[in-house]
């Protein structure tokens, strides 16, 4: 079965295109952060996709609403018990409450919180976002220095930041890469997949042919990284 592949943006939403030999066309919107993908016949062309899209519209617009109340519904209360995920492992925190600095440390599949008593729970989020970041600087340059050896770039600046709709970005203009910072929960391979993404965008700008012959020449299994990135669990989970 052959297959190509196209995106683009339609009201502020990205939307993947992957054009199949199938007869109908499919609409999907995917957690966790309602990525929108569409198979659709090859006899389709690219205006008539986004005519389908848009058409479709609020009902996308409906399922993303879903994950991003499912979100907000989960908000953790930062107490022993609850499981976090660091670089795709699940693991159970438990909290220590003892005079000094407030910190997190792994300990085998634990994650330990150390805050001093009476710690509000909007300030223990606030040092768990703090520590996913750290690991994400700790790895990032790593990645990085890799990639821009391969793709021969260079990237002059990047930073992390927590983003609704994306897990990167790449600026071509200021060189500037941005990386989610929610991609410290999930697999490595899925951080890697998005460093080498977000590079290849100084080759070429577009989601287009060109974009995904490079994806496929840099990473032969970019598809199946991505996939796993986006059947990730949502940013916060509830677990029994």
Not at 24 to 48: F, K
Request: hydrophobic letters at 40%.
């Amino acid at each position: 079965m052959s297959t190509a592949s196209a995106s683009f943006t339609v009201r502020g939403i990205d939307v993947d295109i992957i054009y199949k030999s199938i007869k109908n066309l499919h609409i999907g919107v995917y957690p966790p952060l309602g990525r929108v993908r569409v198979a659709a016949p090859h006899q389709l062309d690219d205006e008539q996709v986004r005519l389908a899209v848009i058409q479709r519209l609020p009902w996308i617009k409906e399922q993303r609403e879903q994950f991003r109340s499912a979100e907000r519904q989960s908000t953790r209360e930062m107490v022993t018990g609850e499981s976090h995920y660091v670089w795709g492992v699940r693991r159970r925190m438990k909290v220590v409450e003892r005079p000094g600095r407030a910190h997190f440390e792994l300990d085998g599949e634990r994650l330990l919180l150390y805050v001093p008593a009476g710690t509000t729970a909007e300030r223990r989020r606030d040092l768990l976002d703090r520590w996913y970041r750290e690991q994400l600087r700790h790895v990032l340059p790593g990645l990085i220095a890799k990639w821009e050896a391969v793709l021969e770039v260079s990237v002059p600046r990047w930073n992390i930041k927590r983003m609704k709709t994306k897990w990167g970005s790449c600026n071509r203009e200021t060189g500037r890469i941005w990386f989610n910072v929610e991609l410290a929960k999930k697999p490595p391979g899925c951080l890697e997949y998005i460093v080498v993404h977000e590079m290849t965008h100084y080759l070429e700008r577009n989601h287009d042919e060109r974009f995904t012959k490079l994806m496929e020449r840099f990473m032969p299994n970019w598809r199946s990284l991505r996939d796993q990135l986006n059947d990730a669990p949502l940013a916060e989970e509830e677990w029994a």
